[in-house]
């Protein structure tokens, strides 16, 4: 029997995965319904109701998620981005499609050409150190025009993070790694844009309708408002799990929670473990979506934009479904994040206006926000050197968004990672 502790995406994709290899297994959630972060509500837009994501905004239909969306029943349900649609990068005043061909990169405005000469320098210079930042890796490689402008604004704000603080060795040379490139990271944007042909997709009921999709699957399961309140080994081999609904014997035990919920887990059986895992850092973040009035520069924006590094906005970027998924006028800002934890502080009055009023400054256009709902992101900074040192029990295992590859494909990968390890120790 194996226990999953946390009904997030990746426990689901996880419970999915052994189940379909034979295992038994058993999924304990706290809270009284799944998904974790990546969940959906509903709110009334132009066009009728229309689903506002809480987490994960989008993702690519690979193979794997294809057939899984298939299986689910969810293939109808699919709802295709336009291809080639521009992210952007809203800076001195106006909104600059990212570069991902030679082109681009030759013809942008988004930095001048004595910057677009610096950044050959990547070629030929050591790829990311373990010991540096992202943003000395960056400048170094790429000098300080693009980091300002392009690489950092993109990268911090995949992790709500600072790049200062960021570790290179966990975060870019993973990156360059997946994209099958030695030391520069122009030719792992170059190989990364040409081989990812997957669309980008979401579902009509918005990124949401994935989990629900699997907890009906395993319904039979997933036992819902029951925490794992701690884990202590058996004397003839696996563990016993003390829930909210009494004790579970089983002989392994994923954990597919965040980072401070799996400390308290391991906190009786593995302390030190327990130390090191607590100490990774998450970022506070705010999401806020608006309904936008028509404006005929919202359609520059693309899918979306995010600020410079020297834009002192509290809005870190914005994603418009409006663009992406025909969701009339409906986009999602973010705010916070690291270095602007004091915003989050501010009631959600404050944040909307703010929200409202960077909308404005960069698309020119006026929106109703919507409500603010509060998050926090794994930051994938200096803490998370702590993991080096980290040993858990023979038969525990991590499968969370702190211990692997980031994103909806990255907690597939981690899973079928997980779920090999266990099917081997079967």
Known sequence: MVGIAGGGISGLFLLHL???????????????SVGGVMRSRFVEGPDGRVP???????MRLGGAFAGLSEELGLASAIRTAPSRLPFTIYWNGTLHPVPLSVRDALTTRLVSWPGKLRALGDLLSAPPAPG?????ALRRKLGPEIYRR????????LYASEPEEM????????????????????AALRKAARGEKAPVVSFAEGMGALPRALARRHRDHIRLETPVLGVRPRGRGGFRVASGAGD???????????????????RACAPEAAAAIGSLRYNPLALVPLIATGNSRLGRAGSGFKMTLD???????????????????????????????????????????????????????????LFVHRTAMPA???????????????????????????????RWHDARRVARVLLDGM
């Open 18 to 32: 052994v189940r379909a290899a034979g295992l038994e297994a058993i999924l304990f959630e706290r809270s009284s």
């Open 52 to 58: 506002v994501d809480l987490g994960p905004q989008r």
């Open 132 to 136: 540096e930042s992202v943003a000395e």
């Open 150 to 157: 392009l690489a950092g604004p993109i990268i911090g704000g």
């Open 167 to 186: 570790d290179a060795g966990r975060t870019l040379l993973p990156a360059l790694r997946r994209a099958g490139a030695r030391r520069s990271l122009l």
């Open 248 to 266: 579970v014997e089983v002989d392994a035990l994923a954990l597919c929670v965040p980072a401070p919920e799996a400390a308290r887990i391991l």
């Open 311 to 369: 834009d002192d906005a509290l809005t870190r970027g914005v994603t418009s479904h409006d663009r992406l998924f025909g969701r009339t006028g409906l986009f999602t800002a973010f705010l916070g994040g690291m270095g602007r934890e004091a915003c989050l502080e501010q009631p959600d009055e404050t944040l909307l206006a703010v929200a409202r009023a960077d909308f404005a400054r960069v698309t020119g256009a006026e929106a109703h926000p």
């Open 380 to 410: 994938w900074d200096r803490s998370w050197r702590s993991l080096d040192s980290v040993r858990l029990p023979n038969g525990i295992h991590l499968c969370s968004a702190f211990s692997g590859r980031p994103g909806i494909t990255g």
